[in-house]
T-cell receptor, first 112, second 113 residues
Framework: DAKTTQPNSMESNEEEPVHLPCNHS???????IHWYRQLPSQGPEYVIH???SNVNNRMASLAIAEDRKSSTLILHRATLRDAAVYYC?????????????FGQGTELSVKP | ETGVTQTPRHLVMGMTNKKSLKCEQH?????MYWYKQSAKKPLELMFV???????ENNSVPSRFSPECPNSSHLFLHLHTLQPEDSALYLC????????????FGSGTRLTVV
């Protein structure tokens, strides 16, 4: 399974943008880049995913490097409710299950 | 409500008990998953089902027995558990053959006493 590397923790101030980095140098051509977040005592929540192009949705933006070996999740204006563990995961497709393997993730704290 | 419903939310059981966890989704997904999350640890994938067929068992002890009667329902039968099996058990579903995201339930917090 292709691996990702994320910082263990990051801090942000409320209402400021947050850039969460992820390295995935062994990514293959059929791996989608997924981001999830998990609040305490809850299941993970899907945030965004992409393959090659940058992606935007109501929650966040995903910037993917041209060589696909790294990506950045961008929260445009952090709120206290964005404090969570953020997981960057490579999801293989075109094989059974396309399973998600979680790492340690980045624990984001947001200061008022 | 995430689209994936897990019951019960909390469960306390003795080591000699038999209990079952239930997961239900009506999202039209064809793949379902069980994950275990112990305190301060990443999620561990336990089982994968595609179109009701088990396609992955990550060396899970036989005291955990999954069942998938149809694409919308998934069970995890528990018997003779150990205290170290206490954890948050999460169910998820997805369209297994696409790159789309998983939908997770809120989990069952299991305590084995």
């Amino acid at each position: 399974d292709a691996k990702t590397t994320q910082p263990n923790s990051m801090e942000s101030n409320e209402e400021e943008p947050v850039h969460l980095p992820c390295n995935h140098s062994t990514i293959s051509g059929t791996d989608y880049i997924h981001w999830y977040r998990q609040l305490p005592s809850q299941g993970p929540e899907y945030v965004i995913h992409g393959l090659t192009s940058n992606v935007n949705n109501r929650m966040a933006s995903l910037a993917i490097a041209e060589d696909r070996k790294s990506s950045t999740l961008i929260l445009h204006r952090a709120t206290l409710r964005d404090a969570a563990v953020y997981y960057c995961i490579l999801r293989p497709v075109y094989n059974q299950g396309g399973k998600l393997i979680f790492g340690q993730g980045t624990e984001l704290s947001v200061k008022p | 409500e995430t689209g994936v419903t897990q019951t019960p939310r909390h469960l306390v059981m003795g080591m000699t008990n038999k209990k079952s966890l239930k997961c239900e989704q009506h999202l039209g997904h064809n793949a379902m998953y069980w994950y275990k999350q112990s305190a301060k640890k990443p999620l561990e994938l336990m089982f994968v089902y595609n179109f009701k067929e088990q396609t992955e068992n990550n060396s899970v002890p036989s005291r955990f027995s999954p069942e998938c009667p149809n694409s919308s329902h998934l069970f995890l039968h528990l018997h003779t558990l150990q205290p170290e099996d206490s954890a948050l058990y999460l169910c998820a579903s997805s369209q297994g053959w696409t790159g789309d995201g998983y939908t997770f339930g809120s989990g069952t917090r299991l305590t084995v006493v």
